[in-house]
Every structure is written in structure tokens, then in C-alpha cells.
């Protein structure tokens, strides 16, 4: 181990795939760990970064950053919850900007999941893992909106079969950079780590994972050739890491505030409303979500508006 904590081996003569070939020199990691560490991009070779687990292995220093482990049980937290939903089988929450979805580096407590712990006791779904339990699909930590968690493990699996089909409606509303041209259509890309910065996604040319994401811009706010913000409607076909955000920055108009896929300043006037508004995070809400109730047939649909910084925002907006 090195001084930084990361795992370094040196692989001579490596047969077969490369998790394999990984995960037997490191004895203390398993094959899953490895391809877990990959996807986070925390596995070098020779100083690039090595990704595809199927990879044929190749010789060479491969370095692994590992981080810390957590504590093995998330704790209850009494943490205030805005309930849509709940049964004995699942529980629909209006999740706030902010709050992380489950504990990782970073944001040990404070999660949905200690709140959820707390909240719904030993009925939580296990499937997740000890770490995420009843956590079938993720909000980003600064995005706010609608989320379901499993509270039973026969709900779980019926929840990501759904997920799995794209059979899930899911549609979210955000404030942009200028609008997307044109101002409505389909966007359809390979989504996967970047390769400049391990810690974002981007669009690749080749390698990730299919992403398909709907939009249509509601109103656009400013001069009508060339608006300096827009409200976009986004109605996601797959869920990727950052699907949205991604998405809409590709398409030259990224969510206001966004630090990460934000890529340059907005104009003056919408960086004074965006300072009067209080909004510190991604304009991003997760305004709908519905989906046939895995266990009764029963066919649900929730609805909630943007939280008052997204709100105060767009009315900001609209008086351009």
C-alpha cells in the first residue's frame, strides 16, 4: 500500500480478464469490488485509467484507490420526511435538495436512508445492501423531487423489474443555460465516466451505456431568438448517472447552477436572479414519478412542484 492509501500490483504475465486477474492478486478484494472500483474509475494502469472489466489483462503497475470502508449499518435518524406515499410494500418520498440518497464518502448520515431506518424500522427492504437498504433508483444529492424505496424484499424486486423495462414514468423539470435547438426532440447517446475527469460523466463515442433522454422546452425566458435561460421538460427513457445533467450541457444548455456540466457563466441578468433566488445547486426537480404498484396492480402517479429556490427562480426568469 502506498502513502496515500491506494494498492499497487504489478502484473507480469495476467491471463483471462482483467477483474480476474485483479481480483486474484488481491486476495482481499473480490471480483465484484474490483469491477465496483473500475466503475468509479479508481483503478490505474500505468497511470491511465483501466474501465472495462472484460477487458483482456494486460502486463503492467495497476494502482487502486480503495476507499475507506463505511460503517457496517447506517443509523436511524429522526429526519424530517415529506411522505406522498406508503404502504406495508413501499414508501414515495418528495426528497429535498441536499439530502444524499445513502451513505457514501462524504455523507456518512444525513441520508435518506438513516431517515428511511428510522422512519420504517426493521420493514425496510434488504436487498440494497446493508448500506442501501430499500434503495431501488437514486436522485443526486442537490437534486430534489420524487423517489419510492422498497419497504419489503418481494417490492424491491418488482420495483427494478420496472425500472429495468423502462417501464416507469419519470419526467423532470429544469431551468437551463439559454434552450436546447431544437427547442424539443430525443437525445440519444453513449453515457459513461470521462475521461478527463474520473469524478463526472460525459458522452462517449464509444464505450458507455445507451442513454435516451426526452425533452421539451416549456418556455423560454428572454430575447426570442436567442433566450438567456429556458425551462426544459425531461422525460427519461433509461436512468444514467447524471442522465440529464449530462444530456442537457451536450446540447449547449446546461441546468443553472450546475458546478459540474455548468461549462461557462450565464448571462449577467440570469446570475443576479439565480443570487436573488438563494439557488445554490443544479436547477434540476424530479417532478413526476409513476409506475404500476408491484405487488396490488394498483397504478400510481405522483406530482410535486420545485422546491421555492427553483421556484423564486424561474418567476425571476419569466419577467425578462
Known amino acids: 500500500m502506498t502513502n496515500d492509501g491506494a494498492i499497487e500490483v504489478a502484473l507480469t ?9 485483479l481480483a486474484d492478486a488481491l486476495p482481499d ?3 465484484a469490488r474490483v469491477q465496483a472500483l473500475m466503475s468509479e474509475g479508481a483503478i ?3 497511470g491511465a485509467p483501466v474501465t472495462n472489466p472484460a477487458a483482456k489483462a494486460a502486463p503492467g503497475l495497476y494502482r487502486l484507490v480503495v476507499p475507506a470502508a463505511l460503517p457496517a449499518e447506517p ?15 413501499l414508501i414515495v418520498i418528495d426528497k429535498p435538495a441536499g439530502m444524499s440518497a445513502h451513505p457514501a464518502p462524504g455523507s456518512l448520515s444525513g441520508t435518506l436512508v438513516n431517515a428511511l431506518i428510522h422512519h420504517c424500522g426493521d420493514s425496510l427492504s434488504g436487498i440494497g ?8 433508483h437514486r436522485l443526486d444529492k442537490n437534486t430534489s423531487g420524487v423517489m419510492v424505496a422498497a419497504k419489503t424484499d418481494l417490492a424491491h424486486r418488482g420495483l427494478s423489474k420496472l425500472f429495468a423495462a423502462h417501464d416507469i414514468d419519470r419526467l423532470y423539470v429544469a431551468l437551463t443555460r439559454g434552450a436546447p435547438d431544437p427547442r424539443r426532440g430525443t437525445i440519444t447517446t453513449q453515457i459513461g465516466r470521462s475521461t478527463g475527469d474520473r469524478k463526472k460523466m460525459a458522452v462517449l463515442r464509444h464505450g458507455g451505456r445507451e442513454a435516451v433522454t426526452h425533452y421539451q422546452t416549456e418556455a423560454a425566458f428572454g430575447p426570442a431568438e436567442r433566450p438567456l435561460a429556458a425551462r426544459i ?3 427519461l427513457e433509461t436512468g444514467r448517472t447524471h442522465q440529464i445533467r449530462v444530456h442537457l450541457a451536450h446540447k449547449g444548455a446546461p441546468c443553472l447552477g450546475d458546478p459540474a456540466y455548468g461549462s461557462g457563466p450565464p448571462a449577467s441578468a440570469v446570475k443576479a436572479a439565480i443570487a436573488e433566488a438563494g439557488l445554490a445547486r443544479q436547477a434540476l426537480h424530479a417532478a413526476v414519478l409513476g409506475f404500476v404498484h408491484p405487488i396490488t396492480g394498483e397504478t400510481l402517479r405522483f406530482e410535486t412542484a420545485p422546491p421555492p429556490d427553483m421556484g423564486r427562480l424561474e418567476a425571476l426568469l419569466r419577467a425578462f
Open 13 to 21: 504475465a495476467p491471463k483471462g480478464r482483467l477483474d480476474r486477474a
Open 29 to 31: 478484494l473480490s471480483r
Open 44 to 46: 490505474t494502469r500505468d
Open 75 to 89: 443509523q436511524g435518524e429522526d429526519l424530517s420526511l415529506t411522505v406522498l406515499f406508503e404502504d406495508a410494500h
Open 129 to 136: 445492501g446493508v448500506a442501501r437498504p430499500g434503495i431501488v
Open 233 to 235: 421538460a425531461c422525460r
